[in-house]
């Protein structure tokens, strides 16, 4: 399985909402709810932020929010903040007990 | 507090072989299957293994040299490497799995191989 496509960058203002696209393809996430996301502070394990595509874990912050529309997903931060700033995985289950990941998205509060 | 702690990273020749360890506490290990994610320097994640009692599963570049297994006594889950390559050198991460979701994972071990 290839990996899934993220932009390698994404910005934004405090403030601001930004969005970060996921693409995969009909065998992952067009073919499975179980798309996850994950932040990853520089030198830390990442942490799970949003499951099942649009679920959030209790603590996580509401202005994480997550989409699907067919092979795409979607990340969204709401009123980005300084403490957002990480880098961020898509990860969608793909079938016969394996996962793929995508690139990573670094984002930056400007 | 639910913990996953892994170890036995390290130093190793192209061709060597390691063992890393992850040790689960908080949580009842034996109910949840688990997973290794391994992270190249400057990369991205990726999944290379699963396993949930008796059945395992594998990424294609691991297949055949990497061996998962646990021991629900000591809480325990293990990756067995063998035949090392620099492509292998990364960090390490156990990751629990809940319902196709990595819910908790380990701070991680780094694994270096070079000559």
New interface residues.
Partial sequence: QS?LTQPPSASGSPGQSVAISCAGTSSDIGA?K?V?W?QQYSG?????II??VDKR?SGVPDRFSGSKSGNTASLTVSGVQAEDEADY?C?S?GG?????????TKLTVL | EEQLVESGGGFVQPGGSLRLSCEASGFAFNTY?M?W?RQAPG?????IS?I?TD?V?Y?DPVKGRFTISRDNVRNSLFLQMNSLAAEDTAVY?CARDR?????L????TMVTVSS
């Fill in positions: 990996a499975y179980y996850s994950y830390k394990a990442p942490k799970l499951y099942d874990p995985y990860c289950y016969r007990h394996r996962w793929v990941f995508g690139g990573g | 299957s997973n994610v990369k991205g994640l990726e999944w699963y949930w059945e599963y990424a991460y319902a196709f979701v990595f819910d994972w380990g701070q991680g």
